[in-house]
């Protein structure tokens, strides 16, 4: 603080002299019009002062747009200083006033005819950045002679004019024959201008992946590689990150350009070093690996990456992702580095958990004992976060090197000592992990954790400590009272603790039956019968059922024998890994995500694979030759600890025996559990007629005696379970009694809900037709010359059409239409020109049906659903925007699989839902389902559930995302509410809308 | 690329904003503020993304720099060019704050402008953008079209980082050797870890555009040239000043000004290049063979009874004894429950410092070969806490003259064939300061 205050004092003193930030203070009324009028003063330095004011208050948001015309009278100066000031105006403002800004174009025009190159070069870099369609007409003379200008500094500005009218019309650039010219300056004398030509053409390639744009070969390479020497180091960046997307024809292409890229290691700047690494690490998957050159590179990677870890932390935690990601590929190249990741008392926190990842990777019994010390001095830091990760990381170490494992359980047992609560809970959790991976070894820690059982409060830690009491229950005198304690507030646990304290209890019951009773009966009829959790419900019914029909095969499945964890944890998937390490030193590889999961639209799109020696010459980009790519021995790969759990349950469930295929087709663990209860209980609950055949069930029917009251068999002994349980009539009554007050709630939950979900009764009936929204004015008369244009979406069979009416309001005749959409959300696009072929009259009115395509540019737009779009006709280009109906974009295969819409329901996640109340409507269920689907928004299942008609559907948008809805309908209730899931959830927005508007016409 | 550039105050109030591609709006500038600048939680990356925008921030003293994107750029490259445009704004304006970022902001523009277009970082030399971007506004009419071409092509040139036409009554040469030696050793005196960073900093004052080669006792240009029997190294260009009489150091890795041309250092392992004017970083290197450790701890703790330790501390100066270190500092550390500290010591000042939990030992100069020693009595109170205490490592802090990872500077040598000097005109002046990094003794 002292510091600062001192620096405050020390920048007054500096203020004093210099005055510019004068600029900022001035926030009285009527500043506008002071402004407008100093604008219009005769005195230059009035003019600039108060231009500068304007640009001072633009900074800070406020709008003075106002002042356009009267800051454009002020570009034509020979003052640079102010030049440079309106033009930034201009750049601000041009967009908000295009035809003013037309004011600009001459002196424009004139600037890029300058004597003075930087003049020039000013002038055309200007342009470039106003995106108003009347002046980048004006920019192409300009420009086509710029590129070709004697002088190297104007050229090299130009080249990047190129990328940047490309982005505001990328037709006009083609049509103007403009990448031609760019792709010759590749071989431009100056280096800078190669290499800006370079960085314009990677980006405009971007967005054409199909295009053959940068054509690289052997001669271009050659020209890069040369410019690569005698460029600025930004000019180097372009360039190598330009080189990582060409594939060498042959492995000694691939070890000559490895071998004039070499010397960049030794850059200062780490960024030219990372794309350095990167052409190197995907070039040398063409290199056979017996070949000299193959280690003299692996050995000569190391010690850059090495030197990055002490440049600045922010720069060091790029550097470090980028290390994560190929120790994960190679981990050869840092195996003897161990130490520089060690983490240094002042290093940010950042830098901290990114280098403990790395240790862990990098562990190995030949370094297990360092590494061990320093984790155990980093989970005594202060830092929550860091601790619980270095704590995570002993767990780690113990699982990865076995040699450890006895050291690293000693290590956290000490811990366990400290008592800090969150050491505690972390340590449990990697405690169960390690019984996982060396059962019958160090169970006898057991009793001091169980000391702990109280402390723990995340729901993790709990977890994790019931599995353990429930695995080994037979080792723990008290194991029920252990369990019996977490039981109390079963209710409010989370649904891992609930889902863990069911089947440890079911296995605590299988390993000691007699004391345990009760608590079995407990947990299974709070699992069914008062829970709404459908997971924790339908594992319930399975335990129960396995336990009541056959007691033997519920041992082998709840008790079977667990394969073990593997070694390495919180790989990258394979495929992922090499898309990854092509985006080496970029965004990609800080967050670990490909491109297209936070890149919208075209860009990034394309998926990057290594191409290894056995590949073709084929170009990276095509998706095919990542085919061939080859990993050798590929990791497995097993879910993040986080998972660690789910799987363990979802072992739980799959019988190793002959208890009954294991559903293979379930593409996650929960839905495991539905598949075995849609297959194996649909004769049970499917038709209620019928007697469900649970011997139980005829026994005493219809007991309203609660579960515990029973008597339990007094010759019922523990030896006799043990053998044959299944055959023992003591074992049936016995057990008989529990599940007796199932048939009451088994009418009731269960057809109510399983089976109404599972089998879809009244859905079917009518199809209603497609709703189409009325015409609405898009275009009004006034706005452009006479042109009336309304019109609305159509969907039909699967094409989508944009009906319109043009009205020609005017004096004079129409014609020469045609029309042109903005990039938009869904990448609509016309697919084919406007046809209208007769000229339009006055007050003549004509239609016109557009049919749609949906693979055009993407841009998210706001609302999602907007659309601009431009008309030209022989009078003028007028622009309106309108909003389509998102049921347009609804596929006619919308309709999911029941067991894909639970899973995938399940998996995404909860902050994905959004809900929203549809007000007055007076449908009724199967009215709205029918409704609806005539929208292509269809109905999965239909469950009622105290009177309230639950409806489940599906939809699919023409860009793949599917859109799950949950519609809530009561009767006499004109107040629908509807949930919406959706793994793009900005979309659930204009979905609702749909549905109102769908469910209201 | 990068699509916007801001620059905040402490306060998150934009200082200034500048927009490079269509796909940042406004909002932009208050998603970074709301989510980085005012989150209720420090953060924790230095990338953010919010709603599928990427922000990458740096931080000078109180003033936030972002850059903005929505597309997969080079990470890298960003804060690279973050620190550029530090360096670059604090060369024409000194200390970068609010006072000094308002009253240059249109100066600021001006930069932005030119060494960021559309987004791309474009030439970002100082030396360079003097020429042409100055405070008083752009000479332009001044400019006669020769001076106008040499600015462009200084711009786009190889050598960006130099202008041509300067010239010194006087060429003169400064080098500095700076090196932080990192040690942590074990209470028996093993050395658990060691290295050396170092950065060879240069300032030039040489007219003309000088051809400089530099050369120091890398072990691998040694021994090619113990091989080759031919020895480049005359009597007179042996700048050496170090205490220790190696012949050659190995050097695990090295990285340099883009002025240096690296693909001739990978093929020959020479360095040769045309410096900028003025002050800059030539080199940076890390050595972790052979290094001289130039102090040695030795440290004795011994527990009497529960409620008291005695420690010994001797520390043993390893290097010439004509030669002075400077500014040493010995930390000790103490436990928690310390009540009371006595300490003894033959040379400097020591003091017992409750807040820090420490014994701070000063000494402000010692000559190499020498000996020093500290005991402490310190008492403790007792506690019924099971926790041993963790007994961090003692550190040490200290400068010496001399480089500890033994590098000497052979040559450099200066060649300017247009102008009338020679390499015998140019007066060079060398340095080595050896400085302690992370220098920690276990006990």
Known sequence: ?1001 | MIGGLFIYNHKGEVLISRVYRDDIGRNAVDAFRVNVIHARQQVRSPVTNIARTSFFHVKRSNIWLAAVTKQNVNAAMVFEFLYKMCDVMTAYFGKISEENIKNNFVLIYELLDEILDFGYPQNSETGALKTFITQQGIKGQSQTKEEQSQITSQVTGQIGWRREGIKYRRNELFLDVLESVNLLMSPQGQVLSAHVSGRVVMKSYLSGMPECKFGMNDKIVIDKQGKGGTTEDTGKSDLGGGSSGKQSIAIDDCTFHQCVRLSKFDSERSISFIPPDGEYELMRYRTTKDIILPFRVIPLVREVGRTKLEVKVVIKSNFKPSLLAQKIEVRIPTPLNTSGVQVICMKGKAKYKASENAIVWKIKRMAGMKESQISAEIELLPTNDKKKWARPPISMNFEVPFAPSGLKVRYLKVFESKLNYSDHDVIKWVRYIGRSGIYETRC
């Open chain 1, 1 to 1001: 603080m002292q510091e600062w205050a001192n620096q405050l004092c020390e920048n007054r003193q500096f203020g004093s002299k210099m005055t510019d930030s004068k600029y900022f203070t001035t926030t009285k009324k009527g500043e506008i019009f002071e402004l407008k009028a100093e604008l219009n003063s005769d005195k230059k330095e009035k003019k600039k002062e108060a231009v500068k004011k304007v640009i001072a208050s633009m900074t800070v948001g406020k709008d003075v747009s106002a002042l356009f015309p009267d800051v454009v009278n002020c570009m034509q100066t020979d003052n640079l200083e102010l030049k440079k000031l309106v033009y930034l105006y201009l750049m601000n403002y041009a967009k908000s006033q295009p035809d003013m800004a037309i004011m600009a174009v001459n002196t424009f025009v004139k600037d890029c005819e300058d004597l003075n190159p930087l003049i020039r070069a000013l002038a055309v870099r200007t342009m470039g950045c106003i995106r108003v369609d009347k002046i980048t007409e004006y920019l192409c003379e300009p420009l086509r002679k710029c590129l070709k200008d004697e002088d190297p500094y104007v050229r090299k500005t130009a080249a990047v004019c190129v990328a940047k009218l490309h982005d505001i019309n990328a037709q006009l650039v083609e049509d103007q024959g403009f990448l031609d010219t760019l792709k010759d300056l590749i071989s431009d004398s100056n280096p800078m201008v190669v290499a800006n030509a370079v960085a314009a053409l990677s980006e405009i390639a971007e967005s054409h992946p199909n295009s053959n744009l940068l054509d690289l070969n052997p001669q271009t390479i050659n020209k890069l590689l040369t410019a690569l020497n005698e460029c600025t180091e930004w000019g180097q960046i372009f360039i190598l990150d330009c080189l990582a997307n060409y594939s060498p024809r042959d492995d000694r292409e691939s070890q000559s350009i490895c071998e004039r890229v070499t010397p960049r290691l030794s850059h200062a700047n780490s960024a030219v070093v990372l794309s350095a690494v990167k052409v190197l690490m995907k070039f040398m998957e063409m290199l056979p690996k017996d070949l000299d050159y193959y280690g003299t590179l692996l050995k000569k990677l190391a010690p850059p990456l090495v030197t990055l870890l002490s440049a600045e932390p922010e720069l060091q935690y790029v550097a470090l992702r980028n290390i994560n990601l190929i120790v994960q590929r190679r981990p050869e190249i840092l195996k003897h580095e161990m130490k520089v990741f060690f983490v240094k008392y002042n290093d940010p926190i950042y830098v901290k958990l990114e280098k403990l990842d790395i240790m862990i990777r990098l562990a190995s019994q030949a370094n297990i004992a360092q590494v061990l010390a320093e984790l155990k001095e980093y989970a005594t830091e202060v830092d929550v976060d860091f601790v619980r990760k270095a704590v995570r990381a002993i767990g780690r170490c113990a699982i990865k090197v076995e040699q450890s494992a006895e050291r690293c359980v000693s290590t956290l047992l000490d811990l366990i000592q400290t008592k800090v609560n969150y050491v505690v809970q972390e340590a449990i959790v990697v405690i169960k992990d390690i019984f996982r991976k060396y059962p019958n070894k160090y169970e006898s820690v057991i009793a001091t954790l169980c000391e702990h059982l109280e402390s723990l409060d995340e729901p993790e830690a709990r977890a994790a400590m019931i599995w353990i009491v429930g695995e080994y229950a037979e080792r723990i005198d008290n194991a029920d009272e252990l369990l019996e304690s977490f039981l109390e507030g079963f209710h409010d646990e989370s649904t891992q603790v609930q889902l863990q304290l069911l089947t440890a209890i079911v296995k605590l019951f299988l390993k000691k039956p007699t004391e345990t009773q009760e608590l079995v009966q407990q947990v299974l009829s709070l699992a069914t019968q008062d829970s709404d959790n459908p997971d924790l419900r339908d594992r319930g019914y399975i335990y129960w059922r396995l336990l009541s029909t056959d007691p033997v095969a519920a041992k082998e499945v709840v008790l079977a024998e667990k394969p073990l964890i593997s070694e390495e944890t919180d790989l990258i998937e394979p495929t992922l890994l090499e898309e990854l390490i092509c985006h080496i030193g970029t965004l990609a590889s800080v967050y670990h995500k490909p491109p297209s999961a936070f890149v919208e639209g075209s860009r990034g799109v394309q998926h990057k694979r290594l191409t290894s020696s056995a590949g073709s010459g084929e170009s990276v980009e095509s998706p095919d030759t990542g085919s061939a790519a080859v990993s050798e021995a590929p990791p497995t790969v097993i879910p993040s600890q986080g998972d660690l759990l789910g799987d363990l349950l979802n072992l739980d469930l799959t019988p190793p025996t002959s208890t009954g295929p294991p559903p293979t087709t379930a593409p996650g663990m929960q839905l495991g559990a539905m598949d075995l209860l849609g297959g194996g209980l649909d004769s049970l609950i499917g038709d209620e007629s019928e007697p469900p055949p649970i011997p139980l069930r005829t026994d005493t029917p219809q007991s309203p005696q609660p579960p515990h009251q029973s008597p339990s068999p007094p010759h019922y002994s523990p030896t006799e379970l043990g053998g044959d349980i299944g055959g023992s009539p003591a074992m049936g009554t016995g057990f008989g009694a529990p599940p007796a007050a199932m048939p009451a709630s088994f009418n009731a939950p269960i057809s109510g809900g399983l089976d109404d979900l599972f089998d879809l009764g009244g859905g079917g009936g009518l199809t209603m037709g497609t709703y189409i929204p009325p015409k609405s004015v898009w275009l009004p008369a006034m706005k452009a010359k006479g042109l009336e244009i309304s019109g609305t979406f159509v969907r039909r069979s699967g094409v989508i059409q944009m009906e319109m009416t043009l009205n020609n309001k005017a004096m004079s005749v129409m014609s020469d239409f045609a029309i042109q959409f903005n990039r938009n959300s869904f990448g609509l696009a016309p697919a084919g020109p406007l046809q209208i072929l007769t000229p339009i009259s006055p007050n003549q009115s004509i239609e016109a049906a557009l049919p749609l395509s949906t693979v055009g540019p993407v841009m998210k737009m706001e609302p999602l659903n907007n659309l601009q779009v431009a008309v030209k006709n022989n009078i003028d280009v007028f622009y309106f925007s309108c909003q389509y109906p998102i049921s347009m974009l609804f596929l006619e295969d919308g309709k999911m699989e029941r067991q894909v819409f639970l899973a995938t329901w399940k998996d995404i996640p909860n902050e994905n839902e959004s809900q929203f109340q549809i007000k007055d409507c007076h449908l009724n269920s199967d009215a709205a389902s029918n409704k609806l689907q005539g929208s292509n928004i269809f109905t999965i299942a239909k469950r009622t559930v105290e009177g309230q008609d639950m409806l489940y559907q599906s939809m699919k948008l023409t860009n793949g995302i599917w859109v799950l809805a949950e519609l809530r309908v009561q009767a006499g209730n004109p107040n629908y509410t509807i949930s919406l899931k959706c793994r793009a959830p900005e979309v659930s927005q204009c979905v609702f809308q749909n549905y109102e508007t769908v469910l209201k016409n």
